[in-house]
């Protein structure tokens, strides 16, 4: 079977975001997994429906014809990545599913977020 391409829309400039989806597009590219990657930073948001703050603020995948955001487009993500469909699997159960979106949207998405303003800020005046 088949499956149709998923594509992950992540944050190329931060620096914790990039190094996560380069091993997955590294590892999507060695095993022949269908999936695409593309820059937000790059990338035409109005075709994702997304304006660039909202973008930012979690991973975005587009997976037939829907876009979606945080845990389910980690989900998404992993499913097609071969070894990792266990990991989409145990995020899937209803319980982890609740805490793992819990985490993800209160705590890990928020804390980069603001890493990425804050870098984003020290570019625009100079400092690094």
Known sequence: MTQT???VLYNGDCPICGREIE??????ERLGAPLAFEDLNHADLSDWGLEPEAARRRLHVRE???VLAGVPAFVA????LPGMVWLARLVSLP???WLAAGVYEHILAPA???????R?????TGLR
């Open 5 to 7: 391409p998923v594509t």
């Open 23 to 28: 091993a997955y597009r590294r590892r999507a």
């Open 64 to 66: 037939d014809g829907r």
């Open 77 to 80: 993500l992993w499913r097609r």
């Open 95 to 97: 319980g982890v599913a």
């Open 112 to 118: 980069l977020h603001a890493l990425d303003r804050r």
């Open 120 to 124: 984003r800020r020290s570019c625009a």
